[in-house]
């Protein structure tokens, strides 16, 4: 049986090399693909990547079945590093289609309870607007022009890693940003984190659906090292805290954790777009200052002058909470790292 995930896997990578080549030279995509001798997957895609279209759009992408397939397999391979991504792959987050109306009625049927003639109670999830909206994370990384070109293993294991890292932190500042907008509970922590814990779990726990924990990393830090039983957090990646699935993720403020329950949270993550420039400046900030409502003087890099491509991944999802209680952040947290429970 042919392993789809491992015929992949490498499409992403290849793809980024075989732009970045063209960019150079000038050759058209499909004669590059078959001067290189790309895997079969990046063959159809960079001869499918006519004038019609552009790997850089990813709803555009996302309609090849090589680009999704390729897709895919590279955000599965993401692993611990992108908290969305993985508890997503990992069915704690409902997934559901994007730009479609979304909504759900369901009832707990048990015989005999109620009588003939009385009212069944349902539970309701519905989105504001009725539809799980598409929303685009770009991740953008500079890397010297022979590093990206240099077809060595360790040079494809350095790029592919630098992508990973760049898509994984771009999709979880995204979407749990969004995720933490539409929360209703929102507390501030106090000294005494058992109580913390426990109105977090109040909040969201119904007793019915899946809960997962997801923290800053500074917060599970200091979980990690509770000496109160009450589970073995990692400080990093995909673990667990009281028995339920615990993610660790920079792409919140240093402070936060979150509470959700994963049955009421919906999401997706469609293609992935690639855009490749040599000819970019670039402002080499991780908070950039350089915006139209406050233009403040910057150094900017020229990558053109410094033999640098820049390589940009764009991926469309979107994610939302589908009651008002589905999710719980609090704020603040510096708890007492060797706190007794």
Request: hydrophobic share 45%; glycine share 10%; proline share 5%.
């Amino acid at each position: 049986m042919q392993n789809h995930q491992a015929e992949y896997s490498g499409t992403i990578l290849a793809l980024v090399r075989a732009l970045s080549i063209c960019e150079r030279t000038g050759e058209p995509t499909g004669d590059i693909a078959d001067r290189l001798r790309m895997p079969a997957p990046a063959q159809r895609i960079l001869k499918a990547a006519v004038a019609a279209g552009s790997l850089g759009d990813p709803a555009w992408a996302g309609q090849l079945a090589d680009m999704q397939a390729a897709s895919n397999a590279f955000l599965q391979g993401l692993g611990g590093r992108s908290a969305f991504a993985s508890l997503l792959d990992q069915g704690v987050i409902t997934r559901a289609p994007l730009r479609s109306s979304v909504g759900a009625v369901s009832e707990g049927v048990v015989g005999a309870v109620n009588a003939e003639g009385q009212a069944r109670p349902v539970s309701r999830m519905t989105l504001s607007g009725d539809v799980l909206a598409a929303q685009q994370a770009d991740a953008i990384i500079v890397l010297s022009r022979e590093v990206v070109e240099n077809s060595s293993a360790a040079s494809q294991a350095f790029v592919s890693r630098q992508l990973r890292r760049a898509v994984a932190k771009a999709l979880d500042a995204g979407a749990l940003s969004t995720l933490i907008t539409s929360a209703t509970p929102t507390f501030a922590a106090t000294n005494d984190h058992a109580a913390d814990l426990k109105q977090l779990l109040d909040t969201v726990n119904s007793g019915e659906g899946r809960l997962a924990w997801i923290a800053a990393p500074d917060v599970a830090n200091g979980i990690s090292l509770l000496n109160d039983g009450r589970g073995s957090a990692s400080p990093e990646g995909i673990s667990e805290f009281l028995n339920l699935p615990f993610a660790v993720s920079p792409g919140i403020a240093a402070g936060t954790l979150i509470l959700f329950d994963g049955d009421r949270v919906l999401a997706d993550i469609e293609s992935l777009g690639i855009d490749i420039s040599r000819f970019a400046t670039l402002e080499m900030s991780d908070e950039p200052t350089m915006d139209a409502a406050t233009p403040t003087a910057t150094p900017v890099v020229s990558l053109w002058q410094t033999n640098s491509v820049g390589v940009k991944l764009s991926a469309l999802f979107g994610v939302a909470a589908g009651t008002s209680d589905a999710i719980a952040v609090m704020t603040g947290i510096a708890w007492p790292p060797l706190a007794s429970g």
